[in-house]
């Protein structure tokens, strides 16, 4: 197997463990807008894509319209949501020094936007290892399962798409990263990841952060 030139990580479920804390916060909204839901619930329904495309697939399949504010609401909470601190997700940071020992290339391409980014990368120190390489969804004009925002890291980033890997744990994420012609890792560390779904979107599943070097054919 040929390492990649460029690896891509998304970011929350990834790099930061932030998708319990999140959902909870979200099922909340949801019901006080007349839609009653778990964390559960919004986490199968809704991970790896914006808050945009939330409040999109609420109005048109649940007939909801939770405000044209929503997005900066929630973001507005932020600080608040997260108040407790977030946790790096085991062994990634240690898998962001090897890639940095070997001079390999990453970033990260993730749905939310760079401002949440900040919040939970910096709670659990792993900002400085990625600061200058963040993008988002709001960069490009179609988030995840679209291959847009992938395609715009890589073309920053001055990698072909074929050399590029990503390393996801939602099926919509996978399909973006299939779609743009990349290897995908779906990473079901997690239990409540849906590990059957990013195998069916074509990602090679894997649980452990210390088993990506092989993974990536570095060995």
Known sequence: MTPPSLVIFDCDGVL???????????????TEHGLPTTSAETR???VGRSMAAVAEIVLAEDGIDIGPDFVGRWYRELPAIFADGVEAIPHVREALLFLSAIETPY????????????????????????AETLFSASMVENGKPAPD????????ME???????????????????????MRVLGYAGDPATDAEGLASAGATV????????VLLGFN
């Not at 930061?16 to 949801?30: H, K, S, Y």
């Open 16 to 30: 930061v463990d932030t998708e319990e804390t999140a959902n909870r916060r979200l099922a909340e909204i949801l």
């Open 44 to 46: 199968q329904r809704f």
């Open 107 to 130: 970033c990260v391409a993730s749905s939310a936007q760079v401002e949440k980014m900040h919040i939970t990368l910096g709670s659990c120190g792993l900002l400085p290892l990625v």
């Open 149 to 156: 925002l992938f395609l715009h890291a890589a073309a920053m």
């Open 159 to 181: 990698h072909e798409p074929e050399r590029c890997a990503v390393i996801e744990d939602s099926p919509a994420g996978a399909l973006a990263g299939q779609a743009a012609g």
């Open 206 to 213: 894997f649980e452990d952060m210390r088993e990506l070097p």
